[in-house]
């Protein structure tokens, strides 16, 4: 569509509105800078004040946050005639991720019509909507944290490239890496679909899997011509990391990646758990896949798959340490109260790990190739298994890919999924303003979040 509808403009006036609400609360709940704020603010006020030759080193993403904050806050002071760091405070970087969780949403509007195609306005923009009030994520806007301007760049990155701009597409997202290392991955996903989109347009979509592998082999030399801004973002990121002997920056001992098999499980339920509305909404999805049993194929599947995560979560658990040391997050009631609640508790989810596996590969199925669903499942074990810290902001990307790519859900399961994001946004907020605590020796009030 040319212009956005009527209903887009309706939406964002009142997610702005609401952005506005939850952002006074919290500001003045909680005027100074919070959790990982103490590093991320002083390092902007720094920047603010065009001090570069300082790095505080248990910051260990670079400094894309910082770097954008200055971009957007200098034009503001000269036009108010002050200092840059005079802006440069608490409210106004926070103001500043407002702004960024605003604008994800017309970009989930853009992506779900590109992906979609003919879809009623209404039905768009509230499902659109329902993406951009994903709890962990929205609750992340109002805090000074990398995460919204992360995500805002790779959709955009995104956006860019299924629009069939490429370059422009490759910059967006190379600037995303200033933000988060990982988004690298992302990089080559946004990459492999716009290939992948290539070789059904070239070749055409009703092709074997071997026809379109040997297609791949065949098609290389016009693939890296289409694809070569992405390839070049791609190496000179490991350039980076030769130079820097790590993917991390700063503090690097809690920061290490190792192979944590069950990370991944624990994002199939989260997905499952979250976009439950959306699919049980279907009732042709959830009638075809319970058919599938009937296959001995898919039989098989669910038993190698229980039988891989028996194995992954009996060799490969992990607990961080700061999943354990700090109460403040919601993961650490999730590991105290669940897995640490009996030894065979992690045993016993296995049936509904593997479950949520085929759900989730049925699901996208329906709409998407099997070269497409391999992509992503590939880049989502990227993304997860090397992270050692179970953290529910490491799913917030891999799920909006997966609720913009299913089939859209009729109008009570996107009705249901408001309500269920609004309801767990407003328990999270009241949690965090109303419900400080503080540590036994300690006069500091800390705060119950993501």
């Given at each position: ?281 279907q009732i042709e999805l959830i009638t075809s896949f319970v058919k599938r049993f009937r296959d001995a194929c898919w039989i098989a599947s669910l038993s190698i798959l229980m039988v891989a995560s028996l194995l992954a979560v009996h060799y490969f658990t992990y607990a961080h340490p700061y999943l354990l040391a700090d109460n403040r997050h919601y993961p650490f009631y999730v590991w105290k109260n669940v897995f640490q609640r009996h030894w065979a508790i992690k045993y016993l989810l296995t049936p509904i790990y593997s479950l949520c596996v085929l759900v989730m590969v049925h699901v996208l199925l329906r709409i998407q190739t099997a070269f497409w669903v391999f992509l992503y499942l590939f880049c989502v074990t990227m993304v997860l298994v090397p992270q050692k810290l179970l953290e529910f902001r490491y799913f917030v990307f891999p799920y909006l890919l997966f609720r913009l790519h299913v089939p859209q859900p009729s109008w009570w399961g ?37």
């Open positions: 569509r040319s212009k956005m509808p009527r209903e887009v403009w309706l939406a964002a006036g009142l997610l702005s509105a609401c952005c506005g609400v939850i952002y006074t609360l919290i500001n003045t709940a909680q005027p100074s800078p919070y959790m990982d704020e103490v590093f991320h603010v002083p390092q902007a006020q720094r920047y603010c004040s065009y001090d570069f030759s300082h790095w505080d080193p248990m910051i260990t993403t670079p400094p894309g946050l910082y770097l954008t904050s200055m971009a957007v806050l200098a034009p503001a002071s000269w036009i108010l005639g002050v200092e840059t760091e005079a802006l440069c405070s608490v409210s106004l970087l926070r103001a500043q991720n407002v702004l960024f969780s605003v604008a994800i949403f017309p970009l989930l509007y853009f992506l779900l019509l590109r992906i979609h195609g003919n879809t009623s306005a209404w039905a768009a923009v509230h499902s659109s909507l329902n993406m951009a009030l994903f709890p962990v994520s929205f609750f992340f806007s109002f805090l000074y944290y990398t995460d919204v301007g992360s995500t805002l760049l790779v959709l955009l990155g995104y956006a860019l490239g299924l629009g069939g701009h490429t370059l422009l597409s490759a910059v967006v997202l190379m600037w995303s890496l200033w933000f988060r290392q990982t988004n690298i991955i992302w990089v080559a996903f946004v990459a492999g679909v716009i290939g992948l989109q290539w070789i059904e347009r070239e070749r055409g979509k009703q092709m074997s899997n071997w026809a379109y592998l040997m297609g791949v082999v065949r098609d290389v030399p016009a693939l890296l011509r289409l694809l070569w801004p992405y390839v070049c973002s791609i190496l000179l990121f490991f350039l980076f990391i030769l130079w820097n002997g790590s993917v991390v920056l700063g503090d690097k001992t809690h920061h290490q990646a190792g192979l944590h098999l069950p990370q991944l499980f624990y994002f199939f339920a989260f997905t499952c758990g979250f976009a439950s509305m959306a699919i049980l909404s996107l009705v249901g999924e408001s309500v269920l994001h609004v309801a767990i946004t407003m328990v999270t907020v009241v949690l965090f303003v109303n419900y400080p605590f503080k540590w036994p020796g300690s006069d500091s009030l800390q705060r119950f979040m993501w």
